[in-house]
């Protein structure tokens, strides 16, 4: 096992103007599952063909251990990689496209054989190994695509959108066991989705990159409660943060019709910068919804506190329900989306009156994106 660390490495690809990965700083830990996210052409799979050796590093360096491994061949890493397409020999048997690799490697049959019925064991493939590829599900040759990077034994995985040629369902229950195989094996892992839930629930830390730049590296709980700029706020949870451009007033800022109570510190280094509004962020299940005049935040006697919503769709879930509406803020439409529960959704077109939950409003600079609250 091994730490693997990109060290301000660079891919400019040969005609390009702008490097596809631009100086990536990531140090991954010793049996960590760290996964890269974002969105599509953002530099992902040049970042992880960087580490396997399948794309030139033009700057910086990639380490696995204590070994610079920049300029190695890929069968020279001691890597696995998971491709999207699971690349199966359509000629081959289960078991026989799960021990290729050992036999190009010169492993002797016995050995092999006794590598690929452990991995079929915790793959749940035993009664496959005879199988052509073609006589699979989905899922299955999916599993045998892990197979095969499993019974090399590698230091490190490599998984580029291992699920995304999986039904919604068998999505989602595979990726829970991925990542308890991960897990299970401890082996360290480098995994690749431009799906954010699936980079949430499967990561021990999550990066997130945009244009070939890393916005973020944190645990899935930072990236939820801090996201550090208004890109990954609005990349990170769905639906996504409602982001919203507001004036600076004395103490705070004015949120329809109340004060929101947000970091006076926050606030005050937007204006230093001489910002005149700073944009803040609540995510769609930090609202609550307030009646009548009883709130005393509010800046009028007549109408309720809070940001007066228009209702224009609602859609139910079940267990919980979103309204999507808009609201005046400084004079301006915008749109807004509160998560409401499932035995309380509001009729289409009626007004709710909402303030962000104490604690859970973010502020970013409006002119720069970073993130101001603590
Ligand atoms: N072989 C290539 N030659 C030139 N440009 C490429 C090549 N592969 C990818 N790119 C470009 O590099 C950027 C990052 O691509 P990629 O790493 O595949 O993104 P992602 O996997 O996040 O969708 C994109 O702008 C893409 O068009
Ligand atoms: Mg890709």
Do not use: W
Not at 161 to 175: F, H, I, Y
Not at 185 to 198: A, F, I, R, S, W
Not at 262 to 287: I, N, W, Y
Not at 338 to 343: A, D, E, L, P
């Amino acid at each position: 096992m091994a730490t693997v660390t990109f060290d301000k490495a660079t891919r400019i690809y040969p005609g390009g103007d702008k490097p596809a990965v631009d100086g990536l700083d990531i140090e991954v830990g010793d049996g960590e599952f760290l996964v890269l996210v974002g969105p599509s052409g953002c530099g992902k799979s040049t970042s992880l063909r960087m580490l396997a050796g399948l794309e030139d590093v033009n700057a910086g360096a990639i380490r696995i251990g204590e070994r610079d491994v920049t300029h190695l061949p890929p069968k020279d890493r001691d890597i696995a990689m998971v491709f999207q397409n699971y690349a199966l020999y359509p000629h081959m048997t289960v078991a026989d496209n799960m021990g290729f690799a050992l036999k190009i490697a010169g492993v002797n049959k016995a050995e092999i054989r006794k590598r690929v019925e452990e991995a079929a064991k915790i793959l749940d493939l035993s009664d496959y190994l005879a199988r052509k590829p073609k006589a699979l599900s989905g899922g299955q040759r999916q599993r045998v695509a892990m197979g095969r990077a499993i019974v090399r034994e590698p230091q490190v995985f490599l998984m580029d959108e291992p699920l995304s040629n999986l039904d919604a369902k068998l999505r989602v229950q595979t990726r829970t066991q991925i990542a308890s195989l991960q897990r299970r094996l401890g082996v360290t892992t480098v995994y690749v989705t431009h799906d954010q839930v699936e980079a949430m629930t499967m990561g021990d830390r999550v990066a997130v990159l945009k244009d070939g730049l890393l916005q973020q590296v944190d645990s899935p709980r930072n990236m939820y409660d801090k996201p550090a700029n208004l890109f990954v706020a609005g990349f990170i949870g769905s639906p996504a943060m409602n982001l919203i451009e507001v004036p600076i007033v004395d103490g705070g800022v004015k949120f329809g019709n109340a004060l929101v109570n947000v970091e006076r510190d926050a606030v005050q280094a937007a204006a230093d910068k001489g910002d005149r509004t700073v944009t803040v962020g609540v995510r769609p299940e930090h609202f609550d919804i307030v009646t009548g005049d009883s709130d005393s935040k509010s800046l009028s006697k007549d109408a309720p506190a809070g940001l007066a919503v228009t209702v224009n769709v609602v859609e139910e879930l079940g267990a919980d329900g979103y309204v999507y509406g808009s609201a005046k803020v400084d004079g301006e439409e915008k749109d807004i989306v509160i998560r409401v529960g499932g035995r309380a959704i509001p009729e289409k077109g009626s007004v709710l009156h909402v303030v962000p939950r104490g604690g859970e409003t973010h502020v970013f600079a409006t002119s720069s994106g970073e993130r101001l609250s603590d």
